[in-house]
């Protein structure tokens, strides 16, 4: 029996996305930091509009922010099991961090596109390096449904008027 395996965005797309992150910033990082970090790695622009982005401007890209949400335990749960993130628990809070072996990993990698994702994300970092996880998820949660509401003609069904 086959089975069908995502690569954009799914489990693996993630984990590699998030241990870029924590390899990057090499800071102890809450699941909804992770959330956020990853998202504006790839979609800068929507935190700083005159920013060019890793990944395309694409419409109504806020939900792939909604759904990463979803992925996150499991790439996270992934990265774990073989050893590339730790896990800390400090205060009732669960925070990652990368490991030795994980940030060996990621110096593996090279190329164009994980230059282009490393500034993006140290990009990210000097911006919200000093704000708190509960102050960057209020800016989000106000801001997020603007994310690719840029594009007013994305379907043919803007032009009909359902009642």
Same mark, same amino acid.
């Given at each position: 029996m086959e089975k069908n395996i995502k690569l954009l965005n799914g489990t693996v797309d993630v984990a590699l996305r998030l241990l870029a992150v924590l390899s990057t910033c090499k800071i102890l990082m809450s699941e909804d930091r992770l959330a956020i970090y990853s998202y504006f790695a790839i979609h800068f622009s929507d935190m700083q509009? &005159?920013?060019? @982005?890793?990944?395309? +401007?694409?419409p109504y890209r806020y /939900? *792939?922010?909604?759904?990463s949400r979803e %992925?996150?335990? /499991? @790439?996270?749960s992934l990265l774990i099991s073989r050893g590339l993130v730790k896990c800390i628990i400090k205060k009732h809070?669960?925070?990652? $961090? /990368?490991?030795?072996? *994980? +940030?060996?990993? !990621?110096e593996? %990698? @090279? *190329?164009? !596109?994980?230059?282009?994702?490393? &500034? @993006? %994300?140290?990009?990210?970092? &000097?911006?919200?390096? #000093?704000? /708190? #996880?509960i102050q %960057?998820?209020?800016?989000?949660s106000l $801001?997020?449904? &603007?994310? *690719? $509401?840029?594009?007013? !003609?994305e379907s043919i069904f803007n032009e009909f008027d359902y009642e």
């Amino acid at each position: 029996m086959e089975k069908n395996i995502k690569l954009l965005n799914g489990t693996v797309d993630v984990a590699l996305r998030l241990l870029a992150v924590l390899s990057t910033c090499k800071i102890l990082m809450s699941e909804d930091r992770l959330a956020i970090y990853s998202y504006f790695a790839i979609h800068f622009s929507d935190m700083q509009k &005159n920013e060019e @982005s890793v990944h395309p +401007d694409i419409p109504y890209r806020y /939900s *792939g922010y909604t759904k990463s949400r979803e %992925i996150i335990p /499991s @790439s996270l749960s992934l990265l774990i099991s073989r050893g590339l993130v730790k896990c800390i628990i400090k205060k009732h809070n669960i925070l990652y $961090s /990368s490991t030795e072996m *994980g +940030d060996a990993l !990621y110096e593996q %990698i @090279s *190329g164009v !596109y994980k230059i282009k994702l490393v &500034n @993006s %994300i140290t990009k990210v970092h &000097n911006v919200l390096k #000093d704000t /708190s #996880d509960i102050q %960057i998820l209020k800016k989000v949660s106000l $801001s997020m449904q &603007n994310w *690719g $509401s840029e594009f007013k !003609y994305e379907s043919i069904f803007n032009e009909f008027d359902y009642e």
